[in-house]
């Protein structure tokens, strides 16, 4: 484990394949199919769609969904934000990935993970355990094919919390739930971009061929190094753990099929998440120091979004 968080700290990510296991992946396949369900049946109900495709295999039904009714796509992604639903927090849950996480964040010093000076590429301090929790930002990413709304941008998660919470080390896990790759969407990176600190980002619909539409920001690509960008191919269930200073971006689906993934991040207990306008140490706890697993609260987490629209991006 000290040898995966010596490569992670330094580069700014590491890649480990089949985290999930298929039992893993077709619970969450069931729950995003429960998810198109009810919205093809919302859009049945206010006379948009006639008919719910409920025939279509799983690769291609909300594309097909979304050619009817173009923003179809959007708000499925949209409401998966502020409910945790169960197969979700199983994955949030999943052992193997608490525990590179809890590793990752007990092993960072206070100062070198997030810093922005040089020191930030310097080898992390060992330290005991710490309690462990997920962040309350989370994403389900259907991205259709050659929908542009799905194209995020070069970014930094940190760009859309609180100024001086890249200070704090935040770490996410981008989980594929098919096979990537350039052709259907992959992730980039930008490999040791994390120790240059905090990079000036733009709203995208704001810059010239920005989409009108997105809510993206976006960093100045012409500004980073080309033989610094990785594109990962990758089999579903792998995982791609990075720091929330590490420039990433998806690149566009020119396939035939939906490339679905989620993200999901990390952080210690008792750390600010970054929301200045909701609770700052809004959190949900899954691990204390004595590495005791703690219950996700759903009654709080699955039931409501009042806890995630008091927040604003």
């Not at 409920?54 to 909300?62: I, T, V, W, Y």
């Not at 949030?92 to 590429?121: F, G, R, Y």
């Not at 989370?138 to 094919?145: E, G």
Request: charged residues 20%.
């Amino acid at each position: 484990m000290r040898q995966m968080w010596l490569f992670f700290w330094k580069q700014g990510y590491i890649a480990i394949q089949n985290i999930l296991s298929d039992d893993d992946i077709h619970i969450m396949y069931k729950e995003i199919d429960t998810m198109v369900d009810d919205l093809a049946s919302n859009l049945i109900k206010q006379g948009i769609l006639s008919h719910s495709f409920s025939d279509a295999p799983f690769s291609s039904r909300l594309s097909l969904l979304e050619e009817a009714c173009p923003g179809a796509a959007v708000a499925l992604h949209t409401s998966a934000a502020g409910i945790l639903r169960p197969a979700l927090a199983s994955i949030l849950q999943n052992k193997k990935i608490v525990d590179i996480a809890q590793s990752m964040l007990s092993s960072s010093s206070s100062s070198s993970p997030s810093s922005s000076s040089s020191s930030s590429s310097s080898t992390p301090s060992s330290s005991s355990c710490c309690g462990i929790a997920a962040h309350p930002e989370w994403n389900i990413r259907c991205k259709t094919p050659g929908n542009a709304l799905f194209n995020v941008p070069w970014h930094q998660d940190t760009a859309y919390l609180s100024s001086g919470n890249e200070l704090v080390p935040q770490i996410t896990a981008w989980i594929p739930l098919v096979d990537v790759d350039k052709q259907n969407g992959t992730l980039q990176i930008l490999e040791n971009g994390h120790i240059s600190g905090v990079f000036r980002h733009h709203l995208e619909k704001h810059t010239i061929g920005g989409h009108k539409d997105s809510w993206y920001l976006i960093m100045e690509e012409e500004k980073l190094p080309k033989e610094k960008i990785l594109t990962f191919s990758l089999l579903r269930g792998s995982v791609v753990f990075f720091t929330n200073l590490t420039p990433h971006r998806s690149l566009p689906n020119v396939s035939a099929t939906i490339r679905w993934t989620i993200d999901v991040r990390y952080m210690r207990t008792g750390d600010p998440s970054g929301f200045s306008d909701a609770s700052p140490y809004l959190c949900i706890p899954l691990r204390d120091e004595e590495g005791k697993d703690v219950p996700i609260d759903m009654d709080k987490w699955g039931k409501t979004t009042s806890i995630m629209t008091s927040k604003s991006e």
